[in-house]
Each structure stands twice: as structure tokens, then as C-alpha cells.
């Protein structure tokens, strides 16, 4: 009887053993299997970070706050060059009003062309975007600021989509 219970215990604990046993191998694989993807996954978003920061990069080429040459005109200034870009930016958007902008020749056919946004190339360019809300455009404008802290602003080019 001693003998019985004792090989019972014996086939139980080795059905146990081989059960733990099948059940970690399954649930390891299972885990190196998501760690494999989770690497993939962060390898793919680091390439693309950098394929961003490289974009990023290049556009601010392209923009007074990423132009060291053109912002070695302004040193003498007191004014920062954000406020700077502030500055000739609301001069374009103020332009707007509820017959449309000044600087857009364009005439649009429900409503007049408003600004909506301006992107301050460097100390003398700027590239603007309006619509009438169906019609699109852009124009490049020669801007100077006046010592008074006016600008004057000169269309060099308009492009209606």
C-alpha cells in the first residue's frame, strides 16, 4: 500500500514536471517571439524619426530661424529673431480684412482671398498661402522693416492652384 501511494506520488510529480515544463518552453517562445517584433517595431520608428529629423532639417534651411546667414542681418537689431519673424508675419495677416488682402491681386468668386498662413524665408523673402475657401495660391513677397518697426511689404510673385 506504502509502495502504491509512493508510485501514485511518483507518475503525479513527473506529470507535473513535464507540464511545467511544455507550459515555460510554449510561454518563452511566445515572449522572444514579442520582443522580436517590438524590435522590429522600434527599429522601424527610429528610421523613420530619422528620416524626419533629416526633412525637419532641411526645411528649416528654409526659414529665418534656420538661417544663420540671414540672421547675421539682423545682430544689430534689438530685436530677437522670433520677434522678427512675429513681426513680419502679423504684417501679412493684418493685411486681411472683410474685402481680403491687399497683397493678393486675385479676386475669388463666393469671398475675397485672405492670408492663412506665412512662412519668413529669410531677411528679405517671405512665401504666403490664401484661399477664398474653393481656391487656393500662394505669392512670394520682398519685405524690409523700417527702422520705426513698420514693414513694407512688395509682392515679387503670385500663383493661383
Not at 503525479?12 to 517595431?41: G, P
Not at 539682423?74 to 529673431?81: G, H, L, M, P, Q
Amino acid at each position: 500500500m506504502k509502495r502504491t501511494i509512493f508510485l501514485y506520488l511518483f507518475l503525479f510529480a513527473a506529470l507535473w514536471i513535464v507540464f511545467q515544463y511544455v507550459h515555460n518552453s510554449k510561454y518563452s517562445a511566445n515572449a522572444e517571439n514579442r520582443i522580436t517584433k517590438l524590435e522590429k517595431t522600434l527599429v522601424s520608428k527610429d528610421s523613420l524619426n530619422g528620416t524626419l529629423q533629416e526633412k525637419m532639417a532641411a526645411v528649416s534651411s528654409f526659414s529665418l530661424a534656420g538661417n544663420v546667414n540671414a540672421q547675421e542681418y539682423f545682430e544689430k537689431s534689438d530685436r530677437s529673431v522670433s520677434e522678427i519673424i512675429t513681426l513680419v508675419s502679423d504684417a501679412v495677416i493684418e493685411k486681411n480684412t472683410a474685402q481680403g488682402n491687399d497683397l493678393i491681386s486675385y479676386k475669388g468668386d463666393t469671398r475675397p482671398f485672405l492670408m492663412n498662413s506665412v512662412q519668413v524665408l529669410n531677411h528679405r523673402w517671405l512665401i504666403a498661402d490664401f484661399t477664398d475657401g474653393n481656391t487656393w495660391g500662394e505669392l512670394i513677397v520682398r519685405y524690409f522693416i523700417n527702422e520705426d518697426g513698420s514693414v513694407d511689404l512688395e509682392v515679387v510673385e503670385e500663383l493661383l492652384h
